[in-house]
């Protein structure tokens, strides 16, 4: 069973960086690709990150292209999604989750969490 937990969302001014976590209390986060997604109100969820369990190069999409790093501990089972130069459009509520393949596609995914926000202040 994957669960999986987001943190380090906040309030944050433009310009500043973040590193957002996602950590699964279950036993089998190294067997799982691990992404990240986030939806802003009103919009639809989109996909940010995403990295597989050993291929060391993970895709990225295109909103946050040149300004995020995906990365992976499998030893302590999180994932991590750093971005840089937040803006405001960057506001959202921030999510990961788990699946099988590495993909950009939603529906692949098996396994969400509950999200977090980030809020960036101009």
């Known amino acids: 069973q994957v669960q999986l937990v987001e943190s380090g969302g906040g309030l944050v001014q433009a310009g500043d960086s973040l590193t957002l976590s996602c950590e699964d209390s279950?036993?089998?986060?190294?067997?799982?690709?691990i992404g990240w997604f986030r939806q802003a109100p009103g919009k639809e969820r989109e996909f940010l990150a995403a990295i597989s369990t050993s291929d060391p190069s993970p895709l990225y999409g295109d909103s946050l292209k040149g300004r995020c790093i995906i990365s992976r501990d499998n030893a302590k089972n999180r994932a991590y999604l750093r971005v840089n130069s937040l803006k405001p459009e960057d506001t959202a509520v921030y999510y990961c989750?788990?699946?099988?393949?590495?993909?950009?596609?939603?529906?692949?995914?098996?396994?969400w969490g509950q999200g977090t926000q980030v809020t960036v202040s101009s």
């Open positions: 989750a788990a699946g099988a393949f590495l993909a950009t596609v939603e529906r692949l995914y098996l396994y």
């Open positions: 279950g036993r089998t986060f190294k067997a799982y690709t």
